[in-house]
């Protein structure tokens, strides 16, 4: 099932990045064979039967290949009960990109809804940002897996969603802020696809490095609010009625290689052609580092994260603008009667408008539709609007103004730039 493109160097490169510390590699200067990770002669730790072909990097434990399998899908298999993730007869939708996780996490949940009797029905879905040269050849890897693995696919696109393509988009707004804009259409996206098949569970192939990633950079940029959610292993956004969970919250990325390499599972490897958010790359240099000198590095920085409250949420109102928000002095005066719908991006990602008299207690409610596409959002105009009218006024840049002459989309887009989602 190996990707015929990919040739057996192509292979074992990408598990010696993923698995050796990065100064070995650079040592090596990546030339194949490299060392071998980890001379392992001893009999498996567990069955003491078969040869260890491999010492685990969760916990160094030698193991053969099938006591290895069986350790990585239990710990998931107990990961997803003992978090009560899913419900039997309940449809869930596998976000699937074609990348290593997605792939595994697909394969897994097919063997664990059969092996436990879950009772899922699950169905690939993919998103489309309309990257040339990266998403298409994803793609049809995703697709080679749903005849493998046996499941609906669907595929939803940015350009039939939104009318433009990642790669107009990178052409008008230029690539720094590729991530920001994709991210956002990317969530939004996924929640319509989901939708569209009456789904209202998503599964996401994000790993244990994924959220200690996050968890650092929050710390690292004392975003505190966001710091105390970002270890959940289910999430919902307000204004959407899709959950997301990760499965693979506790599963190591180098595991998942791995089990991906020992299985031959078919996946696509290469980059995206845009840059990952640069500050997300230093986080997770940061990781790599940690995790060569404290393997245990990763599972402790997720349970610092699930152990941290914040004293007082405390909600910051980043933005109001001129064209949602003509009455800020009303509210400086504390006079909230005719209020027209301002909007508050909070600390948190998250957008709310004020609905003046109908207000809840933090003066904001949810559960509204865009004004502009009509999905279900949290604020008078989705996220993913304010992005996209951003780019059409201001079809080459972003402005950077603190003027409130400014066109309000242009000001937002630019306070969103700075948010991660
Ligand atoms: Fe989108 Fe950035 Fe990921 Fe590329 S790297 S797919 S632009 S989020
Ligand atoms: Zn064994």
Request: some cysteine.
């Given at each position: 099932?190996?990707?015929?493109s990919?040739?057996?160097?192509?292979?074992?490169?990408e598990?010696?990045?993923?698995?050796?510390?990065?100064?070995?590699l650079s040592?090596?200067?990546l030339?194949?064979p490299?060392?071998?990770?980890?001379k392992?002669?001893?009999?498996?730790e567990?069955c003491?039967a078969?040869?260890a072909v491999?010492?685990?990097?969760?916990?160094f434990?030698?193991?053969?290949?099938?006591?290895?399998?069986?350790?990585?899908?239990t710990e998931i298999h107990?990961t997803?009960?003992?978090?009560?993730?899913?419900y039997?007869?309940?449809s869930?939708?596998?976000?699937?990109?074609?990348?290593?996780?997605s792939t595994?996490?697909?394969?897994?949940m097919?063997?664990?809804?059969e092996?436990y009797?879950?009772g899922?029905?699950?169905?690939l879905?993919?998103?489309?940002e309309?990257?040339?040269?990266?998403?298409?050849d994803s793609?049809a890897?995703?697709k080679r897996n749903q005849q493998q693995?046996?499941?609906?696919?669907e595929?939803v696109?940015?350009?039939?969603l939104?009318?433009?393509s990642?790669?107009?988009?990178?052409?008008s707004?230029?690539?720094?802020s590729?991530?920001?804009?994709c991210?956002?259409l990317?969530?939004?996206a996924?929640?319509?696809?989901?939708?569209?098949?009456g789904?209202?569970?998503v599964v996401?192939?994000?790993?244990a490095?994924?959220?200690?990633?996050?968890v650092?950079?929050?710390l690292?940029?004392?975003?505190?609010?966001?710091?105390?959610?970002s270890?959940?292993?289910?999430?919902?956004s307000?204004?959407s009625?899709i959950?997301?969970?990760k499965?693979?919250k506790?599963?190591?990325?180098?595991e998942?290689v791995?089990?991906?390499?020992?299985?031959?599972?078919?996946y696509?490897?290469?980059?995206?052609?845009y840059?990952?958010?640069?500050?997300?790359?230093?986080?997770r240099?940061?990781?790599?580092?940690?995790?060569?000198?404290?393997?245990?590095?990763?599972?402790?920085?997720i349970?610092s994260?699930?152990?941290?409250k914040?004293?007082?949420?405390?909600?910051?109102e980043t933005?109001?603008?001129k064209k949602n928000?003509?009455?800020?002095?009303?509210?400086?005066e504390?006079?909230?009667?005719?209020?027209?719908n301002?909007i508050?991006?909070?600390?948190?990602?998250?957008?709310?408008?004020?609905?003046?008299?109908?207000?809840?207690a933090?003066?904001?409610?949810d559960g509204n539709r865009?004004?502009?596409c009509?999905?279900?959002?949290?604020?008078?105009?989705?996220?993913a609007?304010?992005?996209?009218q951003?780019?059409e006024h201001?079809?080459?840049?972003?402005l950077?103004?603190?003027d409130?002459?400014?066109?309000?989309?242009?000001?937002?887009?630019?306070?969103?730039e700075?948010?991660?989602?």
């Amino acid at each position: 099932m190996e990707t015929e493109s990919k040739s057996k160097r192509e292979v074992a490169r990408e598990v010696a990045r993923e698995v050796m510390p990065s100064k070995i590699l650079s040592d090596s200067n990546l030339k194949v064979p490299v060392k071998r990770p980890l001379k392992v002669k001893s009999l498996c730790e567990v069955c003491h039967a078969r040869k260890a072909v491999m010492r685990r990097p969760k916990n160094f434990s030698s193991l053969c290949k099938e006591c290895f399998y069986q350790a990585f899908e239990t710990e998931i298999h107990n990961t997803i009960v003992g978090n009560k993730l899913f419900y039997s007869g309940e449809s869930v939708a596998i976000g699937a990109s074609g990348g290593k996780d997605s792939t595994v996490l697909a394969y897994i949940m097919k063997i664990l809804n059969e092996r436990y009797n879950y009772g899922l029905n699950l169905v690939l879905l993919s998103i489309d940002e309309g990257i040339k040269g990266y998403r298409d050849d994803s793609l049809a890897t995703v697709k080679r897996n749903q005849q493998q693995y046996e499941m609906p696919l669907e595929i939803v696109s940015y350009k039939d969603l939104y009318s433009w393509s990642m790669d107009e988009i990178v052409a008008s707004s230029g690539i720094r802020s590729s991530c920001t804009y994709c991210g956002v259409l990317r969530r939004q996206a996924l929640d319509r696809g989901a939708a569209k098949l009456g789904i209202n569970h998503v599964v996401t192939g994000h790993n244990a490095d994924d959220v200690a990633e996050t968890v650092l950079m929050n710390l690292l940029r004392g975003d505190t609010a966001r710091l105390e959610n970002s270890t959940a292993i289910m999430t919902s956004s307000s204004g959407s009625p899709i959950k997301r969970s990760k499965p693979f919250k506790y599963t190591y990325q180098k595991e998942i290689v791995l089990y991906a390499h020992y299985k031959k599972l078919d996946y696509f490897s290469t980059e995206c052609t845009y840059a990952p958010e640069a500050f997300r790359g230093t986080a997770r240099q940061l990781l790599k580092n940690l995790e060569a000198v404290r393997p245990s590095c990763i599972i402790d920085i997720i349970h610092s994260g699930e152990n941290f409250k914040l004293k007082e949420k405390r909600k910051r109102e980043t933005l109001q603008y001129k064209k949602n928000c003509r009455n800020v002095q009303q509210i400086k005066e504390g006079n909230n009667k005719n209020i027209d719908n301002p909007i508050e991006v909070r600390s948190d990602g998250s957008v709310s408008i004020f609905k003046g008299e109908k207000k809840s207690a933090n003066g904001f409610v949810d559960g509204n539709r865009c004004e502009k596409c009509g999905y279900l959002s949290s604020n008078k105009i989705c996220k993913a609007c304010i992005l996209l009218q951003g780019l059409e006024h201001n079809r080459a840049k972003v402005l950077i103004d603190t003027d409130t002459s400014v066109d309000g989309a242009a000001v937002l887009t630019k306070t969103l730039e700075k948010l991660t989602f």
